[in-house]
């Protein structure tokens, strides 16, 4: 249930109905499938991005995940998470209130190889917005490794725009 875009319901998940479609009752187009409940809460994985598991199996016999290779979190807003951030991470006041704010960049990873530095804040990826990290690991996952993608960075007061060439995430990493 830690996908970051998981589809949560307050529809009657029971046990058992694991793997069940989600159907959108206006459309009756299956929107997703129920993988979990917590809290009786039933959550259920988008099907785009089952659509992508099922062609990456097909192809390569597995799923295969995009990976950046940045330790990211959400852009701080109050003055005392700013003030955790400056003081523990040693980042920089950041200029902008969304995005995913880069904590460190992994050595020989995409990030590194992109240029993308520590206090960095991702905002776009390709053309899709990160409003926060949740996003920004969402968009990570769903790069085909080996595909290429334009980042939009505030970089103090400056937006840049890198390349990024995404890497396979690792099984254990």
Do not use: C
Not at 25 to 50: E, R
Not at 113 to 123: E, F, Q, S, T, Y
């Amino acid at each position: 249930a830690s996908w970051p875009a998981m589809i949560q319901t307050d529809a009657s998940v029971d046990q058992g109905n694991s793997g069940g479609p989600m159907i959108d009752k206006d459309t009756g187009h299956v929107v997703g499938v129920v993988n979990a409940t917590i809290q009786s809460f039933g959550f259920a994985i988008p099907v785009n991005a089952l659509k992508r598991v099922m062609r990456n199996v097909a192809t390569y016999g597995k799923a295969r995940w995009g990976m950046l290779g940045a330790d990211i979190t959400n852009v701080p807003v109050s003055e005392s998470a700013k003030e955790i951030m400056r003081e523990e991470y040693g980042l920089p006041e950041v200029s902008v209130d969304y995005g995913a704010l880069v904590r460190k960049v992994r050595e020989n990873t995409p990030a590194q190889k992109a240029g993308l530095k520590a206090g960095d804040v991702i905002i776009k990826v390709g053309s899709q917005t990160i409003s926060d990290s949740s996003a920004m690991v969402l968009a990570s996952a769903m790069s085909e490794p080996g595909s290429k993608n334009k980042i939009t960075v505030v970089r103090g007061n400056k937006e840049l725009e890198l390349t990024v060439v995404w890497a396979e995430r690792p099984e254990k990493f």
